[in-house]
C-alpha cells in the first residue's frame, strides 16, 4: 500500500494563496494606527484643558415660568357693628354671638341695658300726650270764643245798624205811613222832609232877623210908622215860618213839626259814628278771633308731629339692639355683659369671596394676564389655597410696578390661614404649578376666617 506523505504548509504560503487579502488587511491595520495616534493627542489636550466633567441623565419634563409677589388678604366686604353716641353709656346685657359664628343680616349680635331710655320714652310720651290734649283744648276753645267774640261784634254792628237806620225810632205808625215814603228808612225819610223845609225856614228866620234889626233901628229913631210897618211884616214872615215848620211833620214816625224833624235829624251824625265803631270793632274781633284760631291751629298741628325728643329717645331704643349689617361671619368682637360699647363692638366679614391684593413688578407683568390661576401659599403654616387672578392695573404706580387682584377660590388645602401671612402662587402657563389639596368646607371657612385675623403679609407665585 502506498504511503501517503502529507506537506505541511506555513504562513507564507497562505498569504501567497490570499495575496489580496493580505494587502487589505494591511491596510486596514495602518488606518487604525493612524486613528488610535490623532485620539491619543486629543484626549491629552482634553485633559490639559478640564479638570472634571458634570455628567446628568436626560429626562422628558416641563419647564415652569413662575413670578413670585407679596400682598395682602382681603375680604369680599365687611362691615363694623358699632353702637351709636346715644347708647355708648348703656351697658350690654347679653351677647348673642362669638368670633367665627355665622350671622345674616338683621341677626341680633348683642344687647343693651334699656331701662333708662325706656323710662325717659314712658316721661316723653305722657308729656307729648299732654302737649296734644292742651293743644286740642286751646284750639277748641279759640274756635269757641271765635264764635262767641264774632256774633257779639255782629250783634252790635246790626244795632249800631239798625239805629242809623232808624235815628232810633222805634214806634212805627203805619196807617199813617205815606205812600211817598215807602221802602225808604226813617233817617231816608227825615233826611228828605229836612232837607225840604230846612232852606225855607232858614230863609224865614233869616228874613224876621233883618226885619228886628231894622225894627229896633226904627224905634230908635223914633219912627213909629217904620216901626209899625216892619212889625207887621214881621208878624206876616213869623206866620209864615210857623206855617212851614208845621208842614215839616212826619206822622208815621211820630215827629210833629220841624223841630221835632230837626232834632232827629241832628241825631243822624251820631249814629253813623256808632255805627263806624261797629263796624271797627267787628273787624278787629274777627281779626284777632281768626289769628287766635290758626295760632292754635298751628300749635294743635305741631303737636300732632313726631317730638324730636321722642323720636331720638326711640332711634335710641332702637340702637340698644345691635344687628348684623351683612350677612357674613363675625371675625372680631367686643362686647362683654355688663360693660358699656365703645367704639367697635364686631367686625362682620366675607370670608367666601376673599380677594389678595398684589403688587407686579413691570419686568414680569408682561408674562401674566387675567383668568391664570394661582397657587396661594402661607409660609407661616403651609396652607394653600387657589385663586385665579382676576385684574391688573393697566399703568404702573409712582414705584414702577403694577397692582393686582387674585380671587380666592372655593378651593383650599389643609392647614390653618393667617390673615396676612406671606403665600406663595405660582402658574405654568393656563395649568397650575403645584395643585392645591382640598379639604372640607367648614374647615376652609374656619382657616379664612384665621388668615383674616392675623394681619400679616404674604408672597404669591403667580
Known sequence: MAEKTQTRRGPLGWVKRHKKLTIFLAILLVAALVLVTVLGKTDKAAADSYQFVRTTVLTKTTLSDTVSVTGTVKAGSSASVTASDSVKTYKVTAVNVAVGDTVRKGDVIATLDTTDVEKQIANAQLQLSDTRTDARKNYTQAVEDQTTNLATAQENLDKAQKNYDTLGIDDYYTSMASAANSGKTNREIITDWYTRYAEEIAGYENTLANLNIQLTQAQQDGDTARADGLQGQITDYTNRENIAKGQCSIPELGLQGFDAVSQTYNKIEQYREALEQAQQSYQNSATSASRSVDN??????????????????????????LTATMDGTITALDATVGA?????????????????EVTIPASSVGRL????????????????????????????????????????????????HSRQGRDRHQHQGQRLYRP?????????RQHLRAAQDRRRRRRYDL
Do not use: Y
Open 369 to 416: 394676564k387675567t383668568g391664570l390661576q394661582c397657587n396661594i401659599t402661607s409660609d407661616a403654616t403651609d396652607d394653600t389655597v387657589t385663586g385665579t387672578l382676576t385684574r391688573i392695573d393697566p399703568v404702573a404706580n409712582d414705584s414702577g410696578s403694577f397692582g393686582a387682584t387674585v380671587t380666592v377660590n372655593g378651593q383650599r388645602s389643609a392647614g390653618r
Open 436 to 444: 392645591a389639596r382640598r379639604r372640607g368646607h367648614q374647615r376652609r
Open 340 to 356: 358699656v360699647c365703645s367704639g367697635t363692638v364686631a367686625t362682620i366679614q366675607d370670608v367666601d369671596n376673599l380677594t389678595v
Open 296 to 321: 292754635a291751629e298751628t300749635k294743635l298741628a305741631q303737636s300732632q308731629r313726631e317730638d324730636d325728643t321722642l323720636t331720638n329717645l326711640q332711634t335710641a331704643l332702637e340702637n340698644c339692639t
